[in-house]
């Protein structure tokens, strides 16, 4: 089918301004193939079926929108007090001088571009491999741009079980930086990984990151988008999951006016298990707020378990969407595949869109999807507050109850608790102001 017109002047006005950045032969192969992938599709449009209920306007535009930095002098850095090795970004670039030593036991961490400059390296059977397979059935050229013009990023390899995780800090320093990363996972036969990642990073930002976690590996991923009130960011996972191997992540997202993520994982080794969740919150009061989780997970393997928790709290006109997959294929016997995706509407002004789907060609396969948009409990709230809980305390804790089932998908327990406590920031912050 043709690329209309005006998609063709869209994505030829957005790419004008863009060069490819050089590396060995198969680096270069890898970003001509990206960017042809982006001219044959056509950057999206609202009128594209993945993107009806969000517009990618700001996304596509030739000039990121500007947006005013926002420092937290309120609160310490997430994750400040976990045992990490802190990698940092400011506005999309790598920060040696912030940052620890790239150098731990049970993995190899080198930048991107030095990583693609090799002529022999691990990353050459990922980058861009795991993206490809990602645009089908559905077209993802925003991601595909990332893998033909990304100029930063990590090539991470994880060989051993890595007792600290890996945490990606993105600073926003520039009122119209215009961010694109893109880094390479791969975890290795029965190795283990932690990757941590959070702040804004940029005006606009665009992050692409491919994971191949092999027989028997684990990797986890804990995600809190930063809080200032204007950025706008898309982002892509793209998981291959290998026979009795791990994959889990779970993203926090806390204000901005337009943020977008993609998982999609493949399950393509028997026994294997793939988790992806989601906690989203929400006031428009003096910011746009538009949030979109958008999961595909494919099952191609036997007995392979697969959940998708997200929860959305949202007010004073504050938007939700969440579109989902599972495809379960021909022979992926004994699939056990969950998905849930529910908002909470503390006002009559916020809006919560759902897409679930559930497309199935095995006959041996436990799946369910289900989508709900309420309101407080009167009930509950009734009960606290006859019991001597103040009316804003009393909606806090129905909240966090509410976000619990989403929060519990975090395994490691400090994480788990760092995520809780910054939600019950939040909801004070809003709640006096």
């Not at 992050?207 to 191949?212: G, L, N, S, V, Y």
């Not at 109850?401 to 760092?418: P, Q, S």
């Amino acid at each position: 089918m043709a690329v209309p017109h005006a998609k063709l002047d869209l994505t030829e006005a957005r790419l004008s301004g863009m060069a490819r950045p050089q590396g060995a032969a198969w680096a270069n192969e890898a970003r001509l193939l990206a960017e042809a992938r982006v001219r044959s599709a056509g950057l999206p449009t609202r009128r594209d079926e993945y993107w009806k209920f969000t517009d990618p306007a700001s996304l596509t535009q030739v000039d990121a929108p500007r947006a005013a930095t926002f420092d937290a002098l309120d609160e310490a850095p997430l994750f400040d007090g976990i045992d990490r090795l802190k990698v940092v970004f400011v506005d999309g670039v790598f920060d040696a001088d912030a940052s620890d030593d790239l150098t731990m036991e049970g993995v190899e961490i080198e930048r991107l571009s030095a990583a693609l400059s090799k002529d022999i390296h691990w990353a050459r059977d990922i980058y861009g491999v795991l993206e490809t397979r990602g645009q089908d059935p559905v077209k993802r050229p925003l991601a595909a741009m990332n893998t033909a013009f990304a100029t930063d990023g990590l090539a991470i390899r994880a060989t051993g079980k890595v007792t600290r995780p890996i945490s990606l800090i993105y600073l926003h320093g520039s009122e119209s930086s215009d961010a694109i990363l893109h880094h390479v996972v791969k975890v290795e036969e029965g190795a283990e990984l932690t990757v941590l990642e959070n702040g804004p990073a940029a005006a606009r930002f665009n992050k692409c990151m491919e994971i191949a976690v092999a027989d028997g590996g684990a990797f986890h991923h804990v995600r809190a988008q930063g809080r200032d009130h204007e950025r706008r960011a898309i982002t892509h996972m793209f998981s291959q999951i290998g026979a009795g191997a791990t994959y889990k992540s779970f993203t926090l997202t806390a204000n901005g006016t337009l943020t977008r993520n993609e998982n999609i994982m493949e399950i393509i080794g028997d026994n294997a298990v793939a988790h992806v969740a989601g906690a989203a919150m929400g006031d428009a009061k003096h910011n746009a707020f538009h949030h979109d989780d958008t999961v595909f997970i494919t099952h191609d393997a036997l007995a392979c378990e697969s959940r998708q928790v997200f929860k959305k709290v949202l007010r004073n006109g504050a938007r939700g969407v969440f579109q989902g997959k599972i495809l379960v294929k021909a022979g992926a016997q004994k699939t056990d595949g969950y998905q849930i995706s529910q908002a909470l509407l503390l006002d009559d002004d916020a809006s919560f869109q759902a897409k679930p789907e559930l497309e199935i060609y095995a006959d041996d396969v436990i799946c369910s999807h289900g989508s709900t948009t309420g309101a407080i409990d009167d009930e509950a709230l009734f009960y606290l507050r006859s019991r001597g809980v103040p009316e804003g305390p009393a909606t806090d804790l129905l909240v966090l109850a509410f976000l619990a089932e989403a929060i519990d998908e975090i395994e490691d327990e400090r994480l788990r608790a760092d995520i809780l406590g910054r939600l019950e920031s939040w909801l004070v912050r809003r709640r006096n102001g």
